[in-house]
């Protein structure tokens, strides 16, 4: 009797084993496997994955998938590329973005690069507080790409890669995991392999006129001790080039409207009306190839861009101190506001901001188009 | 035979777990101590944006669009021995909805300490590093650029005269100015089930103590070392303590 008993036991047990390590595996298998070796330059500093969103490679594959995927929208013609195209550092070249509806959108497309750092409030006017939340606003806008959530849910449980990959990545298709997905391939939008990188490696020197044009860039100009400067280091940081992390640190008024004429801005967003008319301060890597310029593209060239910060600066009450401050002249009276640049200095500038062009960035396959392989459409 | 060993190793293993547990229980826990720093503006509050303080060695009226600046390096000293905060770097800042500045020490060792010690700024060695700690950030609002180093203080706002509105920047670093600060402490704070330390920072002293200085004169200093030195002799006077705690306007001359 006790025998029967103990070997009823342990054949239970046995079996309990078994089952548990079959599911053990199973479950294993399904995991979403961590990104190995993801880095970036020491030089850019701390970044945070989201705990709710870890970086894995399903979750980027998955993202990538998205970002590219017509059916992302109401009628399946656009998709997050049409105005993120890699080749142009994901802008589109226009001045304010084209999406569903042919109506020409509020805003510049930004560009989307090495957004683990910087501002962590995302779009112009810093409406969105995570990547996560931003990537969904574009796909219900109506003008954008006007898409409803539960229906593309629907759409993309017909698709068997989807369902796998979502399945492994986040365990359901949803709209949350729709824009996780998406921030996670964002997230590796990492741009620094340009020839300032190079240079900050010590793999390479600067021309003469390039250096002239970091050291502008880096120097808010003060008369009393004969230093030049370009006073672009004030909003846009030493190694990253964009605008700072802290609270809204990162949102400026760069001088571009009168007060009569001053967009909302980041003041639509935190109503605070100190915060009419400050904008995002945009990443400048790969600003070469990024043009038009600002937030509503009204410049076309980089040189129409140093133009203005050089002379061309309308007040309003809510510009920036460091703007109107910067001379590189005694001032003629104290309200005057100019940089006075030489022609040299300005053309200098300009030619370090095109070191800051990354080639490898502009064409990595693995943040390209997935659905086409050497041209061809998959 | 056998058995009586087994079971004296079981007695002996009960009495070492519960010694320890009881030992580990008898050692004070470490505690928290919070730190509160509360702006003013001479013997006003601080309200950012408005130009209602007086320059104070000349015409107009003066706002505050901005203003932070580090604490770095935080020390208690004890009879007993000290405690240090790792990675001691803070950016003090004024412009949340609670319009003060919490420091949270966690993990202080528990006993009775006699002062508190922190520099204003950054100290030598992280200012010529571009290494993460704390708060400072190579990539920060703080940062000049590298072969420069980090403002100390930063003041962004502008002068109203006569109707118009000059800029005023001051932006204050360079290894010598690094101030530290040092009160005494009453050891019975740490008697405290959460001991707390109230800090005053009046922003006017930046521009009226050791120096007194017109803004309509010297609207900006950067790279200076002269004025920013002036600058700096005055911002060392910047922040006390309230040894009773303060209201941010409480106790003002």
Not at chain 1, 141 to 157: G, R, S, T
Not at chain 1, 161 to 170: H, P
Not at chain 1, 194 to 200: A, H, I, N
Not at chain 2, 218 to 226: A, C, E, G, I, P
Request: glycine fraction near 8%.
């Amino acid at each position: 009797m006790i025998r029967t008993v103990v070997i009823a036991v342990v054949v239970a047990l046995a079996v309990v084993i078994a089952l548990a390590a079959i599911f053990g595996v199973f479950a294993q298998s399904r995991k979403p496997a961590p990104i190995e070796g993801f880095a970036a330059p020491f030089v850019f500093g701390r970044f945070q994955i989201p705990e709710s969103n870890p970086l894995t490679i399903e979750a980027v594959e998955l993202g990538r998938r998205l970002f590219y995927d017509p059916r992302l929208s109401g009628d399946n013609t656009v998709s997050c590329s049409t105005c993120h195209k890699q080749h142009l550092a994901f802008t589109d070249g226009l001045k304010t973005g084209l999406g569903i509806s042919g109506k020409p959108l509020a805003f510049n497309s930004m560009s989307l690069a090495n957004l683990l750092w910087g501002p962590r409030h995302f779009f112009w006017d810093g409406r969105a507080a995570s990547l996560e939340e931003q990537a969904l606003i574009p796909v219900q806008h109506a003008d954008e790409m006007a898409q409803n959530l539960d229906l593309l849910v629907v759409e993309l449980e017909d698709d068997s890669r989807y369902r796998e990959l979502f399945d492994i990545a986040y365990g359901e298709i949803s709209a949350s995991s729709i824009g996780r997905a998406l921030a996670a391939f964002e997230r590796t939008l990492v741009s620094s392999n340009s020839r300032y990188d190079q240079f900050l490696r010590g793999d390479l020197t600067l021309s003469a006129e390039e250096e002239l044009g970091r050291k502008l860039f880096m120097a808010h100009p003060d008369v009393k001790v004969s230093l030049r400067g370009g006073n672009c280091i004030d909003c846009h940081s030493q190694f990253l080039t964009g605008g700072f992390s802290s609270r809204y640190d990162g949102f400026s008024n760069n001088g571009l409207d009168e007060e009569q004429h001053l967009p909302p801005g980041l003041a639509q967003t935190t109503g605070d009306q100190a915060h009419r008319g400050l904008f995002k301060v945009p990443t400048l890597r790969n600003i070469a190839v990024t043009a038009p310029y600002m937030h509503d593209g009204r410049f076309s060239t980089l040189d129409e861009v140093l133009d203005h910060y050089n002379e061309g600066i309308r007040w309003s009450s809510t510009l920036s101190p460091l703007i109107m401050e910067a001379d590189n002249l005694n001032k003629e009276s104290p309200d005057h506001i100019s940089l006075n640049l030489g022609e040299g200095e300005q053309t200098a500038i300009i030619a370090f901001l095109h070191t800051l062009t990354d080639h490898d960035f502009l064409t990595a396959e693995k943040i390209s188009d997935p659905f086409v392989q050497n041209g061809q459409q998959r | 035979m056998k058995r009586s060993i087994l079971v004296s190793f079981f007695i002996l293993l009960l009495v070492v777990i519960i010694g320890l547990a009881l030992s580990s229980q008898r050692a004070a826990r470490p505690m928290q101590l919070k730190l509160n720093f509360l702006p003013v503006v001479g013997g006003q509050p601080l309200v950012l944006d408005e130009p209602r303080y007086a320059n104070p060695a000349g015409e107009g009226r003066f706002k505050i669009r901005s203003f932070q600046f580090f604490i770095s390096n935080i020390r208690l000293i004890g009879k007993s021995g000290q405690y240090v905060e790792p990675e001691s770097y803070h950016l003090v800042r004024f412009d949340s909805a609670s319009g003060k500045y919490l420091i949270t020490l966690d993990n202080v060792p528990r006993q009775k300490y006699q002062e508190i010690e922190f520099g204003i700024g950054v100290d030598a060695a992280a200012n010529g590093a571009i290494t993460v700690s704390g708060d400072l950030d190579p990539n920060g609002r703080m940062a000049w650029s590298w072969d420069v180093g980090y403002k100390f203080v930063l003041f962004e706002g502008g002068l109203m005269l006569g109707g118009t509105q000059y800029p005023l920047v001051y932006h204050v670093g360079f290894d010598e100015n690094f101030k530290t600060i040092s009160e005494s402490l009453d050891g019975e704070l740490f008697e405290q089930q959460a001991p707390s330390l109230d800090f005053r920072v009046d922003i006017l002293r930046m521009f009226d103590a050791v120096n007194r200085i017109d803004m309509s004169v010297l609207s900006n200093v950067k790279f200076d070392r002269k004025d920013a030195k002036r600058l700096a002799e005055n911002f060392a006077h910047m922040v006390t303590l309230c040894p009773m705690g303060c209201s941010p306007l409480e106790g003002i001359k």
